[in-house]
Nanobody, 121 residues
Framework: QVQLVESGGGLVQAGGSLRLSCAASGRTGSIKTVGWYRQAPGKQRDLVASISSGGTTNYADSVKGRFTISRDNAKNILYLQMNSLKPEDTAIYYC???????????????WGQGTQVTVSS
């Protein structure tokens, strides 16, 4: 069993910063691409940023230049540094990881429980 636990969410004023963390534990196998998604009320869950096992990053256009994704492979921790936050960044942020349990198996997706980020104007 694998667990992804997010932390670091909260309430911040527009223009402020937050740093989200996601710690993976349990039977993680080989952690491939990891990422952050967010879901605002009444909207679908969208990709915010992702980072491959080799360090290649990908960002949604709406967060480019403001958010930075990084990972600590030794500690199995994923980070999202969020700067210049805007009210439209308000959402529940979810950690996602593609896990390959065996060398011959296909990666499977794991999700965290989510952490609330609220940006006030």
């Amino acid at each position: 069993q694998v667990q992804l636990v997010e932390s670091g969410g909260g309430l911040v004023q527009a223009g402020g910063s937050l740093r989200l963390s996601c710690a993976a534990s349990g039977r993680t196998g080989s952690i491939k691409t990891v990422g952050w998604y967010r879901q605002a009320p009444g909207k679908q869950r969208d990709l915010v940023a992702s980072i491959s096992s080799g360090g290649t990053t990908n960002y949604a256009d709406s967060v480019k230049g403001r958010f930075t994704i990084s990972r600590d492979n030794a500690k199995n921790i994923l980070y999202l540094q969020m700067n210049s936050l805007k009210p439209e960044d308000t959402a529940i942020y979810y950690c996602n990881a593609d896990l390959q349990l065996y060398s011959w198996s296909k990666p499977v997706a794991a999700w965290g429980q989510g952490t609330q980020v609220t940006v006030s104007s």
